[in-house]
């Protein structure tokens, strides 16, 4: 199937750090495009690539799992290892979990960590259904454009394929078990009003990880895409401080691809 116009995958090549964003569950690159454009204006190298599955339908998506979807992240985290001499990376959602389990398996070879509203369980009564419940209903209502923005909206798809769900709860039982590997600088910000991940699984994640330089901030006026909500910009500038602080030539302009 075709990818769905604005779900393309994003890359600049910049200078000697790097960034590796991570988009979220049903979602697509189209969440961080902004997220990674603002970097990359700074002179960094940037990758955002569309996880398997996901921009062109949920059909698509139901075949794949999350070792699918971290395989892709991985696969590009080793091609900006290659490139940059730092790397960090980051991610909204599932695409925070992804982060962290980058951080967890690469150790030295990433510099800092920074997710927006990480997710680390699926809640509620039917994660325990759905082991049975996804041979039984092919799918749910979506999760997408939880923004409390006018106006903004997240391509997303408006279904989330059960199977898919189910491997989503395997993968973040998995990665809360490796947070005590990540020891990496972190940059954690969460919404106040996120309506799809609760603040229990921020609050999660920064007991279980390791890490000693730890930065935790409150999105006041956003929702769960922050990214693309009211809180979009001081997203950009804290990511950009918190690169700063740990990265020193930042990078020179360089040339960009995708859509």
Not at 36 to 58: D, I, N, Q, Y
Not at 97 to 119: I, Q, T, Y
Not at 126 to 145: C, D, E, F, M, N
Request: hydrophobic content about 40%; proline content about 5%.
């Amino acid at each position: 199937m075709p990818v769905l116009p604005g779900a393309e995958p994003y890359r600049h090549e910049g200078g000697e750090v790097g960034v590796l964003l991570c988009h979220g569950f049903t979602g697509s690159p189209q969440s961080l495009r902004p997220w990674a454009e603002s970097l990359a204006e700074r002179g960094l190298t940037v990758s955002l690539p569309l996880l398997p599955g996901h921009g062109t339908r949920w059909e698509d998506m139901a075949l794949t799992g999350w070792q699918d979807w971290y395989a892709e992240v991985d696969r590009a985290l080793r091609i900006l290892r290659d490139r940059c001499e730092r790397v960090f990376v980051a991610g909204l959602s599932m695409g925070g979990a992804l982060a962290l389990r980058l951080a967890a398996k690469h150790g030295e070879d990433v510099a800092g960590v920074l997710v927006v509203n990480p997710a680390n369980k699926v809640h509620g009564l039917s994660a325990y259904t759905l082991p049975v419940s996804r041979h039984l209903v092919r799918t749910t209502k979506g999760i997408a454009s939880d923004i409390a923005k006018e106006g903004a909206v997240e391509l997303g798809y408006d279904r989330v394929p059960l199977h898919a769900a189910h491997s989503l709860r395997n993968f973040l039982r998995l990665v809360d078990g490796e947070l005590p590997q990540v020891t990496q600088p972190l940059l954690l910000l969460r919404s106040a009003r996120d309506h799809v991940v609760p603040p229990a699984d921020s609050a999660r994640i920064l007991s279980r990880v390791s890490s000693t330089d730890v930065t935790e901030i409150v999105l006041e006026q956003s929702c769960h895409v922050a990214t693309l909500d009211h809180d979009a910009d001081r997203i950009f500038k804290e990511s950009l401080g918190f690169i700063d602080r740990l990265a020193t030539g930042v990078g020179k302009e360089g040339t960009t691809t995708g859509g």
